[in-house]
């Protein structure tokens, strides 16, 4: 019988919020070391802890030694220390796609449990997703440009209606751009792993392919989003033979990461207008270093790996922390345990 | 018994919808007079025919001497000859807000039916609201300066869901904004001129008010969408006071008629930050002339009123006007027939 948990919160949490965990249950001893924090720089950023300020590094150490669980990962080199740090049972993160960043710090030889944020982005993503839609659909970057010239040029731009979107990755991300894209009536494929005997109708797709069918989905796409987790199988899995697949009239979403894509290869074919344009949350190095072109393209839109961000997201991540802490504390599965093999 | 009816296309229409209209029925005599109209500057455009070629008002004169039905008003005076073309009987027009129009052109004191194009622009429409709800909740246009600068800065953007959208009309239009922000889990509110005993969930929308109601709904609103037709009634209807009434964070879209609103107040409410940002694809004068202060504003968005035109336009004005020949030679009640007290 469990009767006393430790938690360390190594992110920055409004006030009300630690309030929340720490009343969740009696058993948990909830720990906010409020003065080791980084200062946010928008609502619900979750920056590292520093560890420049003298006897830092020092305190984090002592806090990680006595923790059972943690909400977020930390600023420390954690797989080194797991050894002596017996205690550690779970790390719940604050973002989806962590699988990558857990196994660069050793996480998955570990038993540590990870759980992911899953879900919390799904929403704001998807939005951008349309968002991205509607802005190339109605042709507004070239609006603007024409704003900026004081110049009226009426136009016919196009409807979502009737388009195919193309969603490779069908997670609670891909599965609500599917949603939303259907809402606005457009043709939606899917592409999974395995389809693990689900349908196309479950997933909420019209039809739903793997990767061997990825080549003529793609061929078959106004617009592609990517929203898969990268993994080994997803690392540059829109190359530029993919690339070259695409209609001239395609747009292409990355809300997954970075490294999904041949960005080089992405912005060549943009900058020869073999695309029509690109909605970018992702980069494979972030920030987007200055001399990267797809700064400068005009049918390209740079976003700071932001459209994940909501001011509410905090809010949904406490929730769903609260509830696996229930789960904990039950002893019953916990959510959006991070498969170590998938990496999501 | 119906046995001839001439139908006069007055504005440029693709050849296979010509074919289309004039395969209707055997009783139809379409006349197309292609080498007259304007040359179209984007698909589904619908410019006025020149009259200064030579001997084109003459031709113009004859064919509409002949008309039973026009397809759009077509380029002459027509008021003042209604006396002796007593053939005329209905025109079917190719937007939807033609009321302020028709009267101009002496219409409303005739026998004339006209119809409007109500419900093809629904959609286009509807998602030119989506994209402004979104770009200004994910502070696109800021975004987009940042990029110019190849600036990275990441922030935290907000949702639709939650949001308080208020839809002043409730025609098709207004009920296709208020179904799209629900797919986004937006609260929506509607005012329509009267309710006639028409409840909120019937219009589509959360919560139903009237003229009476709208100060307070406009000052609880997150988004103003403007849908409603131009008339006595709606004339400046969003003016200085009211806009004051708004929240500093609320986003104005116009997709009605310029003069619906108060455009002056409107553009010092949104200089002087004291509203989030603007969509407007209508203005009092169109085009929005070079010296209007809207053009460059950071906050807005100017589009030179093609918010409703999209590339398959003609098909879906085509597809309606075929379905009132159908019923005008049935002697069956038109569909989209314009009120000529209320102008819609």
């Known amino acids: 019988m469990i009767e006393h948990v430790r938690v360390v919160i190594t992110t920055p949490l409004e006030e009300e919020l630690v309030s929340t965990v720490a009343g969740i249950d009696d058993r948990l001893d909830v720990v ?20 420049d300020a003298p006897g830092s590094a020092e305190r984090w150490e002592s806090l990680l030694d006595e923790a059972e669980i943690l909400f977020d990962f930390g600023p420390l080199d954690l797989a080194p220390t797991l050894a002596r740090r017996p205690k550690l049972r779970w790390i719940q993160a604050t973002s989806a796609g962590v699988g990558r960043f857990a196994e660069r ?13 899953s879900g919390v982005h799904a929403r704001p993503l998807a939005e951008f997703a ?21 110049h009226w040029e009426r136009h016919a731009g196009e409807e979502i209606r009737g388009k195919v979107v193309c969603v490779v990755g069908l997670g609670k991300i891909g599965r ?6 259907h809402a606005f009536d457009a043709r939606v494929t899917g592409v999974v792993r395995e389809t693990r005997g689900r349908s196309a109708r479950e997933l909420g797709v019209d039809v739903l392919g793997t990767p061997d069918d990825l080549d003529a989905l793609l061929a078959d796409a ?11 199988d997803t690392h540059r899995l829109l190359d530029a033979r993919r690339i070259a697949l695409l209609k001239p009239t395609a747009i292409v979403v990355n809300i997954a990461r970075g490294d999904v894509v041949d960005e080089p290869a992405l912005a060549d074919a943009l900058a ?8 970018l949350d992702v980069f494979q190095e972030e920030p987007l270093p200055a001399e990267s072109p797809l700064w400068g393209l005009p049918n ?12 509410a997201e905090n809010e949904r991540i406490v929730e769903l922390f609260g509830e696996n802490l229930r789960r904990y504390l039950a002893g019953t599965p916990l959510l959006n345990v991070l498969d170590k093999g998938l990496l999501y």
Not at 32 to 51: E, G, I, K, Q, V
Not at 176 to 181: D, K
Not at 222 to 232: F, I, K, Q
Not at 272 to 279: C, F, I, T, V
């Open 130 to 150: 349309m968002l991205a839609m509607l802005l190339f659909g109605k042709d507004t970057l070239r609006l603007q440009r024409e704003q900026q010239e004081r």
């Open 176 to 181: 609500e751009v599917a949603r939303l894209a």
């Open 272 to 279: 020869a207008g073999r695309l029509r344009g690109a909605a």
């Open 222 to 232: 106004d617009v592609v989003v990517l929203a898969t987790p990268h993994t080994g």
């Open 300 to 311: 390209v839109l740079v976003s700071p790996h932001s459209a994940s961000t909501v001011a």
């Open 32 to 51: 906010y070391p409020a003065d080791l924090m980084a200062a946010t720089r928008y609502p619900s950023d979750h920056p590292f802890p520093p560890l």
């Open 105 to 117: 710090i050793g996480l998955l030889d570990s038993d540590v449990v990870v759980t992911t944020a």
